[in-house]
């Protein structure tokens, strides 16, 4: 019967490892996903806009430097939220 109890106790500990190492995984992700879907919306404005208006490639930097704002930014909040709920 303790055999079982200890099995059992040794299950819920890999369990829990298991799930943390998934949440890890996860935020690693949505970091990515986060900083270069801002970068990548904002270069194709900027690149249209050049397109638009003939001006070469001026559009394109402007708004590529707002992607990459837009993007640490993205990830600040990110990790604002993960911090707010390990507090919780």
Same mark, same amino acid.
């Given at each position: 019967?303790? $055999?079982i109890k200890e099995l059992d !106790? !040794? &299950?819920?500990?890999?369990t829990k490892k298991l &799930? !943390?190492? !998934?949440k890890k995984e996860n935020i690693v992700i949505a970091t990515c996903a986060e900083f270069?879907? *801002?970068v990548f919306v904002t270069s194709l404005v900027g690149y249209f806009l050049?397109? &638009?208006?003939?001006?070469g490639y001026i559009f394109l930097i402007v708004f590529m430097v707002a *992607?990459?704002?837009v993007g640490f930014v993205n990830i600040y909040r990110l990790f604002q939220g993960e911090v707010l709920k390990? $507090?919780?």
């Open positions: 019967m303790s $055999n !106790k !040794k &299950i819920q500990r890999l &799930i !943390k190492e !998934k270069f879907s *801002g050049d397109y &638009i208006f003939a001006t *992607g990459f704002v390990k $507090n919780e």
